[in-house]
T-cell receptor, first 114, second 110 residues
Framework: NAGVMQNPRHLVRRRGQEARLRCSPM?????VYWYRQLPEEGLKFMVY????????ESGMPKERFSAEFPKEGPSILRIQQVVRGDSAAYFC????????????FGEGSRLTVL | EDQVTQSPEALRLQEGESSSLNCSYT??????LFWYRQDPGKGPEFLFT???AGEEKEKERLKATLTKKESFLHITAPKPEDSATYLC???????????FGAGTRLFVKA
């Protein structure tokens, strides 16, 4: 029973490039949450998605950031024209229901912007 | 706006020295308060959910309690393998997101 799978685990981009982070939720889970964690800080909510729908994107910057969770395939967090301040660990979590109870987290994708 | 504050930021204990971590929260209608453990370079791992004041949950050397404004994570006779960052989080009515505190980094020395 595979857990939440995130890839890549580590990603290095130069300023101005695009970063794509992928998340496959646990089997049977249709609710996906993305969080960002800066060094020595807590997890900051970015976006909550269900299959083919964005439910709450209140934590996501209005520009350069987008997320999707298509009917088939993983959820993707896309960051366009990356800047140094985007360097962080990005965690995906999934849950079987939308009541935001226990969240099952992946190991994270660590983005470094040079 | 929902908010979670954890203290202390860091806690250093000797093996066997019991202590408590604090989580103060403000939320409009608590649906659940959660404790997670995070090891360096890893994703958070779920520990407990508490739903109402007076509720307590236990797991090995950990015990979580809840009041109307705070939650405590009590660690009894800790071992070095308990060293980790402990995260507190809340979910309130009217929202879909779980809000996390900054965490308490626990170091247990043998």
């Amino acid at each position: 029973n595979a857990g939440v799978m995130q890839n890549p685990r580590h990603l290095v981009r130069r300023r101005g490039q695009e970063a794509r982070l992928r998340c496959s939720p646990m089997k049977g889970h249709s609710h996906v949450y993305w969080y960002r964690q800066l060094p020595e800080e807590g997890l900051k909510f970015m976006v909550y998605l269900q299959k083919e729908n964005i439910i709450d994107e209140s934590g996501m910057p209005k520009e350069r950031f987008s997320a999707e969770f298509p009917k088939e395939g993983p959820s993707i967090l896309r960051i366009q024209q990356v800047v140094r301040g985007d360097s962080a660990a990005y965690f995906c979590a999934s849950s079987p229901t939308g009541d935001a109870g226990e969240l099952f987290f992946g190991e994270g994708s660590r983005l470094t912007v040079l | 706006e929902d908010q979670v504050t954890q203290s202390p930021e860091a806690l250093r204990l000797q093996e066997g020295e019991s202590s408590s971590l604090n989580c103060s929260y403000t939320v409009s209608g608590l649906r659940g308060l959660f404790w997670y453990r995070q090891d360096p370079g890893k994703g958070p791992e779920f520990l407990f959910t508490l739903y109402s004041a007076g509720e307590e949950k236990e797991k090995e050397r950990l015990k979580a309690t809840l009041t109307k404004k705070e939650s405590f994570l009590h660690i009894t006779a800790p071992k070095p393998e308990d060293s980790a960052t402990y995260l507190c989080a809340v979910n309130g009515v009217g929202g879909f997101k779980t809000i996390f505190g900054a965490g308490t980094r626990l170091f247990v020395k043998a």
